[in-house]
């Protein structure tokens, strides 16, 4: 599952890198297979150095270097496709140290926090690319967001694999197809997207080009780099600090048991539904009331023959109004001496709407 | 719960702002692009998420009771009705008397559809005695991406009682019990129904055609019947003093749980010696559990036992006094007060009543005045000591069995002493 996660995020890494490169023209190709098998190398040691990276992190200034450097770099990641499409000369050198940067993040990459970063890396040299519009803008987000999908999939079924240490490990093939099932929509979808409205150039791009911008103001874009830097470290944590939620009171323990899955066996087939010899406003509450156990029995329990109509909906609980309704207007309509009324058969029926659509809700 | 990424779900969740707005500020189209994409993976990830759990249903089954420090087994039986399979459900319980607030199961699947699974798990009974709630039950699920996560509380709220952790009361031989495979062949040489043979008499016409014993009365000319001996069937009644006034200690410490321990000790080893037990306590809620014996019966003379608290009225020598007329004869009458501020002549024509009816009465004292005082004041020492040495030479001087137990007395180590009712050091 891990090498499956890791194998994606490099894919994710190389692919980002690569379009970034290639399309600004900020390194040569050959150069783009080193960084790619330098990014591989990185991954496969992270289990090893990241945590000894983080330890010596924390080591200093009690991890606020390791909040600092966070900062930083999500501010970098963050900012800077806005600064260099503001400025489009400083392209190349973005996406330049964007790929380098991706390096270090995927050191880190066996935590969470180092993953976060190199994401926030790839989708920043993703937003770059898109800059420079035409296929390789179109191939790089086509590529990108169904191996975020996967990444992601896999990264979810690591992650509480790793919680419950004792549990099963289910074959790959059902985690690729749920990792497929989302991927493929995503993908499909893009691809339409961009054969509809095929990516041209950004405006800023577009300008620059038509004036034959090419390496002016440098002194004034780098100033311009750095201050935005500043403002978007500064911006994040001001936010983090406005909105981060104190956890109240103390987090209600967990312990996390191994479940020895004992024997498997198959489920009676549903019977079929019973037919409703009433016609008229009675035979459509039983009808409403025949619905909603058919919606029940794939929530709770079936209900039991020996099981009143008030019992069933005591054990089903919510929605308590709805469920009220519909029980007592059934047990009038079954029981009763009296004919219900053409107004209780569209409370029955509407009770019994209610009930499906707050378990749809649910 | 099922694992929160959220550095990664925040990353999925503003990387959409952040894209919208860098398109809406470079004007690029293949950020549009991006845009749309991302939002379709969202969209498809919570559409995932609502199918997550559908149609999956979760029960427990557990036995009711245990005793401290027990390890527990838990069935879980998770059925899933839809026709799809499950992945990666996570399921959830609370075991009260558990250490942890929750307990968690993975249920990594597949789980096919229109298919019941039974899971177990084992933990133990970490908290002392009582009654303690178990649930609710929950299942938690997600999107593959575990973006969106779902989880429904099920109920399965129950209770399961926690007994008293128990030990082997050897001196209870000294009382006249003793281990047997056939209890019930115990009899007492008077003229009865047991099937022990005791001899022959004279028919009586109030015996009846059918007892006559054909073979004696062809031997001695005339008509005899066989007598037989009566039951007499080991029976263990126990007398709880559940006095308000007799509160003291808290916790471990205290007079209830010296009482109740001691109480849970007898009653199993009377039991496992095949007596028939009975308990009797006056407390705000009546403690009656009536003469029977087996494990169902111990369970359920347990199970009354952790619901006492010290909030009676009525003095235990009133109770036994009430009791009296129904204990049998040969029977064991014990009586644990919680306190040694008794009047010790009322206690010695307790012991002259119970002795006339034929019943061996057991009097165990719990120093209550030896725990951390509740809501009186103790007694001096001299005159703790001195209420200690009445009721020690009450014991001996009337050969009764019985113990002092107090703050200073380790439970475990004492009740398992052979010489426990020997007669108090």
Known sequence: MLAARDLLLWALSVLTAAHALLAWQAAPAAAVGGLALLQGLALSVAPLVGSRVFSGLDAVGRGRVRVLLGLLHAGLVLVTPLVVGAAPALLPRAALLLAWLQVPTLLLAASEAGALAALMNAGALVALTALHGGLAAASVVTGFLPLLSGFLVFDHWA???????????????????????????????????????????????????????????????????????????????????????????????????EALPLEDEALPPEPAPPLVPHAGARGRILRAYLRFLSDAARRVPRRHPFETAREFARRVGEPVRPLRTLTELFMGARYGADEPTERDAVAAEGAASEIRGAWRRR | MLHRGSRLRTFAFGGLPWVLALALLLRADALWGVAFGWGLLLLAAHLASRRALAGLSLRREVYPNAFEGDTVVVDLVLENRSPRRALLVELGDAFGPGHADRQSLLEPGPLPGRCRRRLRYRTACSRDWGVYTLGPLTLSGADPAGLFRVSVPLGGISSFAVFPRVHEVLGIERIGARPTFAPRETTVARPGQSSAYMGVRDWRPEDGLRRIHWPATARL?????????????????????????????????????????????????ATQRGQSVEVHGAAKHAVLVPAGRGEAHLAHALDELIRVGMDGTEDVLELVERQRPALAFGSTAAILFATIRVDVRRVEACVQGLRERGVHPLLVFVNGDSFAPVDKWPLPRERMLEAQEQLRALLRDHGVPGAILGVEDDLAAELPRADLFAGPS
């Open chain 1, 159 to 257: 992650r509480t694999l790793a919680a419950h240490p004792r549990a099963r490990v289910p074959a790959l093939r059902f985690v690729g197809a749920r990792a497929l099932s989302l991927a493929w929509p995503v993908a499909a979808g893009t691809v339409a997207f961009f054969l509809l409205v095929p990516p041209r150039p950004a405006e800023s791009v577009l300008v620059a080009a038509s004036r034959g911008v090419r390496a002016e103001p440098m002194g004034v874009a780098h100033r311009f780099l750095i201050l935005s830097l500043l403002l978007g470290g500064g911006g994040i944590l001001t936010a983090v600090r406005l909105f981060r939620r104190s956890p109240r009171g103390a987090a209600p323990s967990l312990e996390a048991l």
């Open chain 2, 221 to 269: 000319g005339s008509l005899a019947v066989k007598e037989v001996e009566v039951d007499l069937e080991p029976q263990f009644a126990l007398f709880l003093d559940l006095e308000r006034g007799h509160r003291a200690g808290t916790g471990r410490k205290s007079a209830l749980e010296y009482v109740v321990r001691t109480a849970a000790s007898l009653l199993w080893t």
